[in-house]
């Protein structure tokens, strides 16, 4: 497929991935059962997009079954480390791909996949690097590790073509400091997807959360 260009519009028609929504979950899923009345509960508490990490077996199938059964979900892959995962990820339906960090190998993968991507980035040297590449929208990960909004905020000015998904240690408290700044367009996070939510299966509570994160815009 043809590269995708950098800030492409997500499968949603609804302009950049970043402005979809002001928190992405980032879901670590063991059981692809628990996948689609995860992203039901998440989309109806006003979170849409959701991305779910390949660190398990189940990940890819439970990117297959958003896709199938809640529609209205945009579904992505995190932690994509090799072109492999990535095509795989695009082929069960994934609709955007982010990644801890990136080689030259790894983002043409991703690119050469035709779905928006949020290359990782940590240093300015990366952000200059990608932006030499025509990328402009990127994960910052880990956040609060690298920096935090303070280390954000410092790059607005000298680089200020590159937009940000900050991920890494962000929780609602933290998450008004990073939305507030020019370059940053959403956050990730996993305080709307508690382990003990997942695994009592209930819904209901992570719906009431995915509700307090979409208020956070503004």
């Known amino acids: 497929m043809a590269p995708s260009p950098a800030g492409s519009v997500p499968p949603s028609g609804s302009g950049s991935l970043l402005d ?17 009345p995860l992203a039901r509960a998440l989309v109806e508490g006003g979170l849409p997009v959701v991305e779910v990490t390949l660190r398990t077996a189940a990940a890819v199938d439970a990117i297959r079954a958003i896709t199938e059964e809640v529609p209205e979900a945009v579904v992505g892959a995190g932690t994509v480390l090799t072109p492999e995962q990535a095509e795989e990820a695009v082929d069960a339906g994934a609709g955007f791909l982010v990644s801890p960090g990136w080689t030259d190998r790894l983002l043409e993968g991703m690119r050469g996949c035709g779905v928006p991507v949020l290359p990782g980035v940590s240093t300015a040297s990366e952000v200059i690097a990608l932006l030499e590449r025509g990328v402009t929208e990127m994960k910052f990960f880990p956040a609060e590790p690298a920096g935090g909004a303070p280390y954000l905020s410092a790059l607005a000015s000298p680089l200020p073509r590159a937009r940000f998904c900050p991920t890494g240690g962000i929780d609602a408290a933290r998450a008004p400091r990073y939305l507030a700044l020019p370059n940053v367009g959403c956050v990730g996070g996993t305080w709307m997807v508690p382990g003990d939510a997942l695994a009592a299966r209930d819904w209901s509570r992570v719906r009431r959360l995915a509700e307090g994160a979409a208020a956070l815009r503004g």
């Open 20 to 36: 979809l929504a002001p928190v992405i979950p980032v879901v670590v899923l063991d059981d692809a059962a628990d996948a689609a």
